[in-house]
């Protein structure tokens, strides 16, 4: 999967939420949301379709525009990817960060304990 630039993981998370969409549903949506320009936006959908994460299916004279790429996938890799450059792959410092700083809610503590004893669990 090549790299998808911040405006472009705009373009594609409003694709994740509603598609297909025309270019025109993208354009207004992001010109509220983002206060993008109708070419910017555009420009965005080709690069997205040349890099192979949108396709396009044209009726008449209007282009439906589609993800290629799941959001689950693209988080996971850009999850791991960022573990891997900022904590040399290991996830502990990550969340220790988040402890420190008061910054795990209650909820997020649940959430993690029930996720390490689910992955305990799997590996019996």
């Known amino acids: 999967m090549k790299e998808i630039s911040n405006s472009e993981l705009v373009v594609l998370q409003q694709l994740w939420q509603q598609s297909p969409l025309t270019s025109s549903e993208v354009v207004d949506a992001l010109e509220q949301s983002h206060d993008m320009h109708e070419k910017t936006v555009k420009t965005l959908l080709n690069r997205l379709v040349k890099k192979q994460a949108v396709s396009f299916e044209k009726q008449g004279r209007v ?62």
């Not at 573990?83 to 290991?90: D, S, T």
């Not at 420190?100 to 669990?121: G, H, I």
Request: charged share 25%.
């Open 63 to 124: 282009y439906h525009y589609s993800p290629l790429i799941a959001e689950q996938d693209y988080t996971v890799k850009e999850s791991l990817s960022f573990v891997e450059r900022m904590f040399a792959g290991k996830l502990t410092p990550l969340v220790a960060g988040f402890a420190q700083k008061n910054k795990l809610s209650a909820e997020d503590v649940a959430e993690l304990q029930t996720l390490l004893d689910d992955w305990q669990k799997e590996q019996k």
